[in-house]
């Protein structure tokens, strides 16, 4: 492009950065000059601003010409990638502009070469495809919050062109080579949506619709659920084009027709909506040199195989902290994550959390694990077992990520987009040969003995036996022999350790470096020819070349008469006041040569780097079993240091049934007992549930008398037996449940235009609508959100409903209405209980007198009529004048409000129309 614009011309950087960024408008460009990284123009405006760095002052538009030059700032190459993280932070895509071209290349390859360094777009990166520890010329990542290894996040796609009959969300998680795809049918309330976005957590969502922008009740969800995400809205395509698209794409990426295979398995194994969503992410992944994750099918995975794993809806994990605590998203601490989560590994830590979102729900699997973690945790063979811990507790120490080192392989492997340095690769095929030399330095003997330690496991036994064959094949070893390991680790001497990285005597695939090589030896044998015909026509026999400012090759004379006595022909590179330093026109020749070669070198050993990781990717499906069985292990050792938790309650082994059965003796909430505050004391409590008995519990009590920690407690254990943990109680006989539904807490949604009553009666209709035998409900304070009367009967019509129900589940009913004790009187599978307490009265006995209540937080049988919130207030610290007058009125206001107009609408509920009736009765 040439300039003829008006003023000052352009120097033929800036006209490259104004080609560059013509061409990559949404992008801010960091440009590689030398050892600086430079940014120009409104891209340095803002990296200034927020990298808080220095602004050189400039034109700021690319066609403004106020100033001679564009503006600038600049930072160090090896501070690249520490500033690269802040910048992603903040939702920017940044380009990453190499310089391609080097002066000994332009120098051997003629004059005819352009006035300025070729440069070109080598990386682009955004908060959701930065994977950290770049090797891209500069720096190591830093611990920049939201980015980093235990930040890996997904980029999800919705194609919601079908909704609500049918919705496709495919999600990629580039840091670790993870696909999830899901279709499914979603209600008003996007509340299947919303249960997804709560697992994945994007950083990143397209959305595919009938046109572009994304439609209201999405871009709602997205709000709620993942406001930092950045969201990108696509038009579907023609009818046919998705097919076209998948087999254009695939057919092309790599080696013409290597890939081919990969559009027909998405093409034959998924829903049209998942499809969309796979194209749409490929493309999307093609600019940042990621989209060949999907040509690893076996990392693909169904979001919640079809009765495999227990329903968990948003509202779930929100309401008993599964992942974060609800109150603060950013904090694990207080979590059941938290709680369980002693994985040494990255990789077991990934799983364990996956484990804890899907919790198992076929028992024999289910046996298998619990079998597992009291295998670990029964204390013999602990010489062999603490090797095999030691072992992965060194891989969780070293910082290795084996499952993101391997992604990044596969990625350079296909894009040579230099994602992974020479170092990391090393380290990562050690980790994998010192794990498997465990195994082959048991021995017979050691083997044996390590199978009768785990005999009593089959779960045990199959990941043994797993490593056990990797360790009986020589892959690690053949491709490690071919590394020179001290120069691996070598990273103070970048050139040092590329040009060391391989062992290449002997090796054909390494031909290329040795003769490389074997040229530059040539041409120091010449050099140090030339330093000897030096020395003797000189008269010095000890001339040695000197080295000034990386200027090599330097032949040093005292000014004077030796100077000026030297034939013209000489080339003066440098000089002081003393001494000039000088190349013959021989030497000239030959350094030029022998920077050539070195820079051919440099390159040589990078194609054979990328061939070489060519050789590990092929590899790639047995190296991720490893990766999976000892992730695997980590999880069980994690589970099995909570079972041997020597606290205040002892953890036991909870005894499975195939009956709908909770039977807690002396249980404590799992939580709260590790909390420091409450230096694991904890008042434990027993809770007897089954279908002949009571089935459903309605529980009353004062305020803040932990009521809803009981009935959190109950769930978490079900959610823990079904992980495979052991349970904080004296002991435990549980059923196995497919889900569970909460409806807990209020809150208006304002981003929805919906009241508390409106979210309130939507979700307790999509709970009825989707309960099942196997579920085990929750609902808190239903009918709140209404007036007295119209409450009492919302809470009694759809308790009502669910006991009445042949297939009514095990059901928690928290209220404040006490009058629906009679439902108990009604039916003999409902059970009244309340949260204990012990009233305190005045020593002066006045009429007019409210009690102070002590908490005993144990749950009893019976109910309670009085709710005590006066107590509450009190504790609020609100005045006593005021807390007399409001225990009057309430003496005077105790008339009954059992039934108002809303029963009489809600005698139609059932579970076909449960949605319509709840919705329509405001």
């Known amino acids: 492009m040439e300039n003829t614009d008006m003023g000052p011309p352009l120097t033929p950087l800036e006209q490259q950065f104004r080609d560059l960024k013509s061409r990559h408008t949404e992008k801010v460009l960091a440009i590689q000059v030398g050892y600086k990284y430079k940014f120009f123009g409104q891209d340095a405006v803002v990296a200034a601003q927020l990298l808080n760095i220095m602004l050189i002052p400039g034109n700021i538009a690319l066609d403004e010409r106020t100033h001679e030059r564009y503006a600038y700032c600049l930072i160090p190459d090896v501070r690249l990638h520490i500033h690269l993280q802040r910048l992603l932070n903040h939702g920017l895509k940044v380009g990453v502009v190499k310089q391609t071209e080097t ?9 005819g070469k352009s006035a300025v360094f070729l440069r070109h777009i080598s990386a682009v990166y955004t908060k959701a495809t930065y994977m950290g520890d770049e090797d891209v010329g500069g720096g190591r990542a830093d611990k920049t919050p939201g980015l980093g290894p235990q930040a890996a996040r997904y980029i999800v796609c919705i194609d919601e062109l079908q909704h609500p009959a049918q919705t496709g969300v495919v999600a990629v998680q580039p840091a670790t080579g993870d696909i999830v795809y899901d279709a499914f049918r979603d209600s008003q309330l996007r509340d299947q949506l919303e249960t997804r976005l709560a697992y994945l957590n994007p950083s990143e969502v397209l959305v595919v ?3 572009a922008a994304v439609s209201k009740d999405t871009g709602v969800a997205l709000k709620l659920h993942c406001p930092d995400a950045s969201v990108h809205g696509f038009a579907c395509r023609p009818d046919g084009a998705v097919q076209t698209g998948l087999e254009a794409f695939f057919g092309g990426l790599g080696a013409p027709g290597s890939h081919a295979h990969v559009s027909e398995f998405y093409l034959l194994h998924f829903a049209a909506c998942v499809q969309s969503c796979v194209l749409q992410l490929a493309e999307h992944l093609a600019e940042f040199r990621l989209s060949n994750v999907f040509t690893i099918t076996s990392n693909v995975a169904p979001f919640a195989a079809a009765g495999r794993y227990m329903v968990l809806p948003a509202a779930t994990l929100r309401a008993l902290d599964v992942f974060e605590v609800h109150d603060d998203a950013a904090a694990r601490r207080g979590s059941l994550v938290w709680l369980l989560d002693r994985t040494y590994t990255r990789p077991g830590g990934r799983m364990l959390r996956h484990w804890i979102g899907r919790p198992l729900v076929d028992k024999a699997q289910i046996e298998k694990r619990l079998q597992a973690v009291a295998c670990l945790a029964c204390g013999k063979f602990v010489h062999v077992l603490d090797a095999f811990k030691a072992a992965v507790a060194k891989l969780g120490r070293g910082g290795v990520d084996l499952d993101r080192l391997l992604i990044k392989v596969h990625y350079l492997a296909t894009y040579k987009n230099g994602r992974v340095s020479r170092k990391d690769v090393y380290l990562m095929l050690k980790c994998f040969g010192d794990l498997l030399q465990l195994f082959r330095n048991f021995g017979d003997a050691g083997v044996d003995e390590l199978g009768l330690a785990f005999a009593d496991s089959e779960l045990l036994t199959e ?5 056990l064959r990797a360790s009986g094949q020589k892959t690690v070893d053949r491709i490690l022999a071919q590394i020179n390991a001290h120069a691996a680790l070598n990273d103070r001497d970048p050139v040092e350790q590329k040009t060391g990285f391989f062992v290449h005597q002997h090796n054909k695939k390494y031909a290329a470096i040795s003769e490389e090589l074997a040229r530059i030896a040539d041409i120091e044998a010449a050099l140090d020819t030339e330093l000897q015909a030096l020395r003797r026509s000189m008269n010095r026999p000890r001339l040695a070349y000197v080295t000034n400012m990386k200027e090599t090759h330097l032949i040093e004379v005292r000014n004077g008469k030796m100077a000026d006595a030297l034939p013209p022909d000489w080339l003066r590179i440098s000089a002081t006041k003393t001494v000039a330093r000088f190349r013959t026109p021989e030497v000239s020749r030959l350094h ?16 054979c780097f990328n061939q070489f990781l060519q050789e590990i990717d092929a590899e790639y499906v047995y190296f991720r079993q490893i990766v999976h069985d000892v992730a695997r292990f980590d999880c069980l050792l994690s589970l099995s240091t909570l079972a041997q938790d020597e606290g205040h309650t002892p953890y036991v082994r909870p005894q499975l049934t195939t009956e709908q059965t909770v039977d807690i003796r002396l249980g404590c909430h799992p939580i709260l007992l590790r909390l420091p505050q409450n230096s694991g004391a904890y008042v434990p409590n027993d809770v007897q549930m089954a279908p002949d008995k009571n089935k459903v519990l309605i529980i009353t009590g004062p305020n803040m008398g932990g009521k809803s920690s009981l009935v959190k407690q109950i769930a978490l254990f079900v959610i823990m037996t079904q992980v495979g943990c052991f349970l904080p109680c004296a002991q435990a006989t549980m059923g196995i449940f497919d889900s569970i539904y909460i409806r ?3 809150s208006d949604n304002i981003l929805r235009g919906k009241s508390t009553f409106m979210v309130e009666m939507l979700e307790c209709a999509s709970i009825v609508q989707n309960y099942t035998p196997n579920s085990l ?3 808190d304070e239903i009918g709140r959100g209404t007036g007295t009367s119209d409450g009492i009967a919302l809470a009694y019509s759809i308790l009502k409903y669910i006991i009445e129900d042949k297939n009514g589940p095990l059901t928690l009913f928290i209220t404040h209405y006490p009058s629906l004790h009679v439902l108990e009187q009604e039916h003999e599978t409902v059970a009244n209980h309340h949260m204990a307490f012990v009233e305190k009265h005045s020593l002066d006995g006045a009429e007019n007198d409210w009690p102070e209540v002590v908490f005993l937080y144990k749950l009893v049988a019976g109910v309670v009529s009085n ?9 609020a610290g609100i005045e006593k004048g005021v807390i007399d007058l409001a225990h009057q009125m309430s003496q005077a206001m105790k008339a009954d409000v059992e039934r108002g107009e809303a029963l009489g609408k809600l005698g139609s509920l059932r579970a076909d129309n449960a949605f319509d009736v709840l919705f329509n009765l405001f």
Not at 463 to 467: A, E, F, K, V
Not at 592 to 607: A, I, S, T, V
Not at 867 to 874: C, E
């Open 103 to 111: 002066a000994a290349e332009r120098g051997a390859d003629g004059p």
């Open 209 to 211: 619709g009938l046109h």
């Open 463 to 467: 990941i043994m036996q797993s490593l």
């Open 592 to 607: 030029k040569q022998l920077q050539y070669h070195n820079e051919r070198l440099l390159k040589e050993n990078d194609n």
């Open 744 to 746: 807990m807490g209020a």
């Open 777 to 779: 409900i929750i609902l």
């Open 867 to 875: 709710l005590y919130g006066l107590n509450v207030a009190k504790l």
